[in-house]
């Protein structure tokens, strides 16, 4: 009884292991719980923008808690995670209301994992599939290197509506 005891206790901390592992190696896991955060702020592209063709809609922007502390200080914390939720658009009695996802992009603040880019991971979920969100090295250096246009801000575009 003790030796089964044992063994089950070394899978458990070997599968607790292996575990740990599957999650750090993620880029940025699916935040599911996303629009129960804080809503930093909203954006609405239309099709006078340039940027219509790929951002067009309606962008809503949430963050977790330690994404909040890094919009008051300018410096987030690892932990940090920010949601951009891009949605269509579509037009209802003569209002512009919210359509289908487009996209749910993630940021996650994680400084050793991430060096390479800044201490951010980033992933990009089409359609909000949470299956489909693991982006190439090559498309995590263009974000990087996009947002490190806000280095004064720490990679983030967005500031919190006050």
């Not at 599968?15 to 935040?31: C, H, I, M, V």
């Not at 809503?39 to 940027?51: F, I, R, W």
């Not at 994680?110 to 089409?126: I, N």
Request: negative net charge.
């Amino acid at each position: 009884m003790k030796r089964n005891l044992v063994l089950l206790l070394a899978t458990a901390v070997s599968a607790g292991g292996f575990s740990l592992l599957a999650q750090l190696d993620d880029a940025a896991p699916f935040p599911k719980e996303f629009r129960t955060w804080a809503h930093v702020k909203s954006v609405l592209v239309g099709p006078q923008s340039a940027a219509f063709a790929t951002e067009g809609g309606i962008h809503h922007i949430y963050a977790n808690d330690k994404a909040l502390e890094g919009y008051e200080t300018g410096k987030f914390p690892d932990g940090s995670v920010i949601v951009y939720d891009l949605l269509e658009t579509k037009e209802v009695a003569g209002n512009t209301v919210e359509g289908p996802t487009r996209r749910i992009d993630v940021m996650v603040k994680q400084g050793e994992l991430y060096r390479a880019t800044a201490g951010w991971g980033f992933m990009s979920f089409p359609s909000g599939n949470p299956a489909e969100g693991r982006l190439t090295a090559e498309r995590q250096a263009a974000c990087a290197a996009c947002h490190a246009k806000r280095d004064d801000h720490d990679s983030v575009f967005s500031e919190f509506r006050k």
